[in-house]
């Protein structure tokens, strides 16, 4: 799987212009659509998707049930680890045996799934060649995936909006907040919260770089912390950096590349970098813990969470994360201890190109028949199609969005996606100028090995599908906590119905709404469609709403876009109050409304017609607030209600000007004209932002 690493690079706002990034150099200088690097308006850096190559040699090999080779080298629930070798290895050569090749056995995938090698062999031809054998079922080629780069308010530090500039960000966790007219996109944490911060009975496995145990923000639940011990998978000593396979230690040694390792050997198509600390981060915006005056808030803190490694310098072999996704499950995976703690959700911040493999979708089948739900990122190609395994049927895919609520520009996009929730976004980066709207998220402070605990800022920012995917993971969790008998699909079913609609005004200027993504051709940020568009679904059905999600599996009934957004009216012009889309539990129905004009406020009387219908109209005769409330009853006779203030405006004065000169040029063009020339005039000696480019 592709992990985009952190880096330290200059990034200058020249207009609107769509241009490459040089790591070194202080310009940027304007290049061609499908650029393999490149700024999107809003000023992060993005990078074109480019599909690792398959481990050389490996294929995953899943034999039929009644495959002779299984019957004659079975493998015991209790075999030891060297037993279940020398079966794997028997299968491998009994297999070689039938097709004429000389095969190696990996490591277990599942019970009847297995890694088989031939060195020197091509790995998609050799998948093609044992796929033909009539005792398996499919063989596909061990692929590599990598990171994707880049109503309670708790009493962490870095939670509220603060001036603590030059570290930053100002906004502090704003995409937990509820959603106001500038973070449009906000899911409403609060909310969720005043419902609780979670059960310790419910799990969430974090299938990453491995974690930072020390960090304050985590640490290990034998020590009151959310850490529970997980399970490192990855099998590349190489790649793992630790001196060794699948062990219990998911400890983050640092996945750097180094200068001399980047394009040669098994880091042929990688790149050097500086360590990612990626799994911390992703684990840190599920459950981090709240309340306790360190740090930040994650979006689940009371859940536990379960480290699982699959990702070591550069990327992850897809043997090891499809073992990993069933032992997070709870599911055997021969060799290895069975997990004592399986979770209910599972995250997976990684991806590739491509479509879904039968390998990665049996992975999913089985795992989802057990109940357990796999969040994944939608991918940060730019607007491309989503990878794998997001793109797997039975996934909840993640896109992501910007503070407006319009699709970030490295946020990829399909029919595939569930929901989308912020991603974070900087909108204003000039030479030395702070990320405005990050995604805080903990980290270390080593470049390479790890050196102390520290949280992301302004300055050393991170954004990504990669984060907006354990935000959902979390609130998952929360649904989870809430109602533990919920099977997968209520779970889907919550989060979009629940779901608020895009927006569809308040992106940057000549922002185009969003067509439908093809590989190779780069979408920026755009407008989402919504279930009216002609292109819906392209991010999912809606924006993440947590508090409406909780409160609708805690209750069974939730009041949803009372307004559709609404909070002002102008006088004389009609307002038109909607709940149509207030969903009930599983096996209920919204069965009636009932709205009440709780104050006038001056500036209306009554109701324009009925009150017990699913929308209800008012009309305001002066300005004024007035405040509405609506209860919304079930088929059980379940009730819920939800309040609203609309404030009344006198309506604009009528425009005389009939200047018909060369045409008007606008203020906010004016300024961010202004804004691009003066950081374009500060460059020479501004300090460069040094941005995470994480999934």
Not at 94 to 110: F, I, M, T, Y
Request: with cysteine.
């Amino acid at each position: 799987m592709h992990l985009l690493k952190r880096a330290t690079v200059p990034v200058a706002l020249a207009g609107f212009l769509l241009g490459a990034i040089a790591p070194t150099a202080p310009a940027a200088s304007p290049a061609p659509e499908g650029a393999r690097t490149l700024q999107a308006r809003h000023g992060v850096p993005v990078r074109a998707a480019k599909p690792p190559a398959p481990v050389p040699g490996e294929v995953i090999v899943r034999f039929r049930a009644d495959a002779s080779v299984l019957k004659q080298h079975a493998i015991g629930a209790s075999a030891k680890p060297q037993d279940v070798a020398v079966a794997l290895g028997k299968r491998a050569a009994a297999l070689g045996a039938r097709v004429g090749r000389v095969l190696q056995a990996g490591d277990a995938v599942g019970e009847r799934i297995q890694v088989i090698r031939q060195p020197g062999a091509d790995a998609a031809e050799l998948a093609a060649r044992l796929a033909a054998d009539p005792e398996v079922e499919f063989a596909v080629p061990n692929g590599r995936q990598r990171r994707l780069q880049a109503a309670v308010t708790p009493n962490d530090p870095l939670y509220p909006f603060a001036s603590r500039q030059p570290a930053g960000p100002d906004a502090g966790q704003w995409y937990l907040r509820r959603p106001d007219t500038t973070f449009v996109s906000s899911i409403d944490a609060a909310t969720a919260w005043a419902r609780g911060f979670g059960s310790a009975s419910v799990v969430v496995a974090v299938l990453d770089t491995g974690v930072r145990f020390e960090h304050p923000d985590l640490g290990r639940v034998a020590n009151g912390g959310r850490l529970l011990p997980g399970y490192d998978f990855v099998t590349n000593t190489t790649v793992a950096n630790d001196g060794d396979a699948r062990d219990a230690d998911p400890s983050d040694p640092g996945d750097w590349v180094s200068l001399a390792e980047a394009g040669t050997g098994v880091f042929d198509d990688c790149e050097a970098s500086d360590s990612s600390w990626h799994g911390t981060a992703t684990a840190s915006l599920v459950g981090a813990t709240a309340n306790d005056g360190v740090g930040m808030a994650g979006t689940a803190p009371g859940v536990r969470l379960l480290p699982v490694r699959v990702l070591g310098k550069c990327f992850g072999q897809d043997s090891d994360i499809q073992a990993a996704m069933r032992w997070a499950a709870g599911i055997t995976v021969p060799g290895v201890p069975d997990n004592p703690n399986p979770a209910k959700v599972i995250n997976l911040s990684l991806g590739s190109n491509g479509a879904c493999s039968a390998a990665y979708q049996t992975a999913v089948n089985e795992i989802t028949a057990r109940g357990v739900v796999i969040v994944a990122a939608a991918g940060n190609s730019a607007g491309e199609p989503v990878g794998t395994p997001a793109n797997c049927t039975g996934v909840v895919a993640v896109g992501a969005l910007r503070h407006a609520g319009t699709k970030v520009g490295f946020s990829d996009l399909g029919s595939q996606i569930v929901i989308s929730t912020p991603g974070g976004n900087c909108i204003n980066i000039g030479a030395g100028e702070p990320c405005l709207y990050p995604i805080l998220a903990a980290l270390d402070a080593g470049l390479t090995t790890p050196q102390s605990p520290k949280w992301s800022d302004s300055y050393d920012a991170t954004y990504g599908t990669s984060f907006s995917a354990p935000m959902t993971s979390g609130v998952v969790g929360l649904l989870f906590s809430q109602n533990s008998a919920l099977t997968v699909t209520q779970v889907r079913t919550l989060l979009q119905s629940t779901s608020r609609p895009f927006p569809t005004s308040g992106g940057t200027a000549g922002t185009p709404a969003c067509n439908t993504p093809a590989t190779g051709t780069v979408q920026l940020e755009c407008y989402c469609p919504n279930a009216v568009d002609a292109n819906y679904p392209l991010c999912g059905v809606g924006m993440l709403d947590a508090g409406a999600a909780v409160n609708a599996a805690a209750t069974g009934l939730a009041v949803i876009d009372v307004t559709p957004g609404i909070t002002s009216a102008v006088r004389g012009q009609a307002v038109t109050l909607d709940s149509a889309r207030s969903v009930a539990a599983p096996g209920r129905t919204v069965a009636g409304w009932s709205w009440q004009l709780v104050s006038g406020g001056g500036a209306v009387s009554a109701f324009n017609g009925g009150t017990t219908g699913a929308t209800a109209s008012l009309t305001p005769t002066a300005a004024g607030t007035f405040v509405v409330r609506l209860t919304v009853t079930d088929s059980a006779g379940g009730t819920a209600s939800s309040t609203v203030s609309i404030t009344a405006t006198e309506p604009p004065p009528t425009s005389t000007n009939d200047d018909k000169g060369g045409g008007a040029t606008s203020w906010p063009w004016l300024a961010l004209l202004a804004l691009a020339v003066a950081a374009l005039r500060r460059r020479g000696s501004a300090p460069p932002i040094r941005v995470s480019r994480r999934a």
